[in-house]
């Protein structure tokens, strides 16, 4: 019996047994609720009939939900493992890689088995009946465990129970569950670039990679020739974001702050309610669309610029991809400092404006210092933004691990060699896919940290003047 | 007495420079908001510019022979024969009949050239519609060759020197003979919002990235809101104070702000090479999106479920209502329209999403467009990252007119969010 059709059992019989649940008590329900005495009417009135149901229909579902569940992720391996038990027995060898063969049994079409090894037929055919078995095992011991768990569920039912609660606790219990998916996503991340990164630095030291100045993950075919062997030195990679992220938050930084200044201080409120859904707009549009900007419509026209006042800029130069960038996290730190110059108390823009300083000198003497631990925990959440930012830095900054700090240079980032390294076609196990890993593990511990450290401070600062 | 003065008029003799600063600080303040809403409307500008060619084709109207004999097909033929049938020489003979000076080798290719590789398609689609066609002559459009396109729209320069020109002198004498015949005409691009993927740039379509990108918003919309509503419940209403909750806000928090390629990496090692789901599907896009997501949309409804007054709680649990039966009959309808702005908010960041898309090989070219969650399929920011990189012209204006259509989804959707924050926003 196929899952869909075992689930479809599994949903009918939990109507059924939230019908009887609900028909059991109905009956006692309305004959106690036109009761003289108080007290037995007061109890039924706290439960509805249908929590009844709700609770019987519970007792034939989850459990055997859960089993079903677990069967499906322990046969595979109790079936490959039977597998190779009877392939032992029988004496079946074989030359080629394991998965790869169980792989062509699985594949094996029942009708057209003439032609091939008899060997392999007599295993395919001990498979198929292995599966059949596995299958039949599978639906007779879930639509029994919820065939008895219905029983069992609609024998407890009596008046007296307190379904109401029982149901409400596996609602809250779902909802907890739903909760803790944030927590499994996480943990998902860690495991997943983890294991990959320590499968890497089995391979590359790790000191290699931290500190080599050479990066170079191609490996050539033939072994004489020339950087035959490929260099993982990350410090390049590192340089390159940073110099690009560096650009954009010297762009974004005096903008955003001043953008967020002039609206909350300076601006009547009908200009205000204008200008920042069109700030907004800025984070909305696409990444890929400034990428696309910045690699046809600003390098070039940087490339110009720098060309006629007798500068050699490169044509991907980091100067484009860190302006660009600037220009998008714009909002991002408009919207974060606003935030944190609204929190300071009209009481003290009050007492520097009385003593007689004028709007600037309050907002720069008095509002700036004042929100400083806000807005620096505004730049690093701008900052982690920029370092992770991928697709701007894909289709505007270089390829090429050029070690410098000249902005005019092309430069190549984490995130593009993450793109570079995972997006051609190549074996999962190499070592070059594998540092995209790395990579992955250093981009997402720095932006942690970032991150972090930023929560923790706009938080302590909110608290300051709470 | 003379202190007190002399403090006044050193104020006072300040005070022309303090306004003076007061005044420019006023307007850096402006410049700042200008230089951010001028490099939008360079942007936005910049790629309508670019993009409005896009919109129209160039299309060579031909007197098609469509001879039975040669073709080896009838009226009567089944599908299979018709589409094995050589339309490619019925369109070539169309065009050496109407010139029929030339001759060398290099010159036919040039002639042969002025319509799209994909003609040859479009006339057999156009035969198996009408089949009556067969055995007649008659006068069909056929979409140009790229670079035809480009001469016709006047993105290739006629004035040029012939070396510096991308269509030499003979092919542009071949296209001003067919525009004097008024064979050339530009029509409304349809093909562009019909057709899939293509390595020609005249016959290239969105159609299919936009089904791509439809099927993976619908499956992070099924994944996210269901799971986004209940844990903003349980965090709001009913999570005790107590570390286990704290770490789960923590990590909500953090994840927010994890940068989005993380998520394709953790959508590479989890979901493809670990669960063996099937690579480039809008399936695993749209898990991938919506484990992306969820903070995003959890954060929002939480909001909205803090701004619903405690008064409407207190009221339900004062009737005798549970905790449970206060959240969902009364706190979770009135934070709904919030609930649902944070989510339509939250997919219209999943539909600009590239990066992580990328790393679980959304990146292929696919002509096919998708029939269901399972097929390969690309979405609509990756198309635009794959034309990006084509290196032919004609692309460029495809990029843009691609970026247009994404720009409408996402300026649609954002109006929705605020039209029901207007219609349903409650001052409570």
């Known amino acids: ?466 | 007495m003379i202190n007190h003065n002399s403090i006044t008029q050193k104020v006072e003799r300040s005070l022309k420079k303090r306004y003076l600063k007061e005044k420019l600080f006023k307007a850096m303040g402006f410049a700042s908001v200008s230089v951010a809403f001028l490099f939008l409307l360079i942007l936005v500008s910049d790629i309508t510019i670019k993009a409005l060619p896009a919109f129209v084709q160039t299309q060579i109207t031909l007197e098609i022979e469509l001879n039975t004999e040669k073709l080896g097909i009838n009226q009567n033929s089944t599908t299979v024969e018709i589409k094995q049938a050589d339309f490619r020489a019925s369109i070539r003979d169309a065009l050496r009949k109407q010139f029929p000076d030339v001759k060398k080798r290099t010159q036919k290719k040039d002639l042969y050239s002025l319509v799209s590789i994909g003609a040859e398609y479009q006339l057999r689609d156009l035969v198996l519609e009408n089949r009556a066609y067969l055995g007649t002559t008659k006068k069909l459009s056929f979409i140009a060759d790229d670079d035809v396109d480009a001469l016709v729209k006047g993105v290739i320069d006629r004035k040029v020197e012939e070396s510096a020109r991308r269509i030499k002198n003979f092919k542009l004498g071949l296209i001003e003979d067919l525009e004097k015949n008024g064979q050339i005409e530009k029509t409304f691009n349809w093909s562009f919002f019909s057709n899939g993927d293509s390595r020609e740039p005249e016959i290239a379509g969105i159609k299919g990235a936009v089904m791509g990108s439809l099927y993976t918003l619908l499956v992070t919309l099924l994944m996210t809101f269901p799971v986004a509503v209940a844990a903003a419940i349980y965090l709001e209403e009913f999570a005790p104070k107590n570390r286990m909750v704290d770490f789960i806000e923590i990590n909500i928090n953090n994840l927010a702000a994890v940068p989005s390629i993380v998520f394709g990496l953790l959508g590479l090692a989890v979901f493809i090479n670990f669960f063996e789901l099937p690579r480039s599907a809008p399936i695993v896009g749209g898990i991938v999106l919506s484990l992306m997501t969820l903070p995003t949309i959890i954060i929002a409804s939480r909001s909205a479920i803090k701004a619903v007054p405690p008064s409407l709680r207190e009221a339900a649990l004062g009737l005798g209502a549970s905790k449970m039966q206060t959240v969902f009959h009364h706190v979770f309808p009135a934070a709904l329209p919030g609930i649902l702005t944070g989510t339509i908010i939250g997919m219209a960041q999943a539909l600009g999403e590239t990066a992580p898309l990328l790393m679980i090989g959304m990146v292929a070219f696919i002509v096919d467009i998708p029939q269901s969650v399972a097929d390969p399929a690309t979405v609509l920011p990756i198309q635009v990252y794959l034309w990006a990189d084509s290196p032919e012209r004609g692309f460029l204006e495809k990029t843009s007119a691609a970026i247009l259509v994404l720009i409408c989804f996402l300026i649609a959707m954002n109006a929705i969010a605020i039209y029901l924050r207007k219609k349903f926003e409650k001052k409570w």
């Open chain 1, 1 to 466: 019996m196929t899952i869909s059709a075992i689930l479809f059992l599994l949903v009918l019989l939990a109507a059924f047994s939230f019908f009887m649940g609900r028909q059991k008590v109905h009956a006692v329900y309305l004959k106690q609720r036109q009761n003289s005495d108080l007290d037995v009417r007061l109890r039924v009135k706290f439960t509805l009939p249908k929590y009844f149901g709700y609770v019987a229909a519970l007792w034939s579902l989850v459990p055997a939900l859960l089993v079903l569940m677990v069967i499906e992720i322990v046969d595979e391996p109790i079936i490959t493992k039977q597998l190779t038990n009877y392939m032992v027995q029988s004496n079946i060898n074989i030359e080629e890689n394991f998965d790869l063969y169980l792989n062509e049994i699985q594949n094996l079409d029942v009708n057209h088995i003439e032609g091939i090894d008899p060997a392999k037929v007599k295993v395919f055919e001990k498979f198929s009946d292995l599966n059949s078995i596995a299958s039949t095992a599978k639906s007779v011991v879930v639509l029994a465990l919820a065939i008895l768990m219905t029983v069992f569920g609609l024998k407890k039912i009596t008046v007296d129970l307190p379904a109401r609660q029982y149901f409400e606790k596996a609602i809250e219990i779902i909802l907890l569950l739903a909760a803790s998916i944030a927590v499994l996503t996480t943990v998902g991340i860690v495991l997943s670039v983890l294991f990959e990164s320590i499968r890497f630095f089995g391979e590359i030291p790790v000191v290699d990679f931290m500190f080599g100045t050479q990066w170079s993950p191609q490996t050539a075919i033939r072994p004489d020739q020339v950087g035959s062997s490929a260099t993982f030195g990350a410090v390049p990679l590192f340089i390159g974001t940073m110099l690009i992220s560096f650009v954009a938050l010297v762009v974004a930084v005096p903008l955003g702050l001043m953008s967020a200044i002039f609206l909350s201080e300076y601006a009547s409120s009908k200009f205000r309610s204008f200008a920042k859904p069109v700030l907004e707009i800025l984070a909305g549009i696409p990444t890929v669309v400034y990428g696309f900007f910045a690699a046809l419509t600003v390098a070039p026209f940087i490339r110009q610029l720098g060309e006629s006042v007798g500068l050699s800029v490169a044509s991907e130069s980091a100067l484009a991809a860190g302006l660009v960038m600037g220009i998008m996290i714009i909002p991002f730190v408009s919207s974060l400092a606003d935030d944190v110059i609204s929190a300071v108390p009209q009481s003290m823009r009050e007492g520097s404006l009385g003593l007689g300083a004028t709007k600037s000198e309050t907002i720069i003497k008095v509002l700036i210092p004042a929100a400083l631990p806000g807005i620096v925990g505004g730049v690093l959440l701008a900052a982690s933004r920029a370092i992770g930012e991928t697709m701007i830095v894909v289709m505007a900054a270089g390829l090429a691990a050029n070690l410098t700090v000249n902005p005019l240079n092309a430069v190549t980032t984490v995130t593009v060699q993450i793109v570079t390294l995972l997006t051609g076609d190549q074996e999962f196990d190499s070592a070059k896919t594998l540092a995209a890993f790395a990579l992955g593990l250093m981009l997402f511990l720095t932006t942690l940290v970032l991150n972090v450290i930023a929560l923790y401070v706009v938080r302590k600062y909110r608290e300051q003047y709470d």
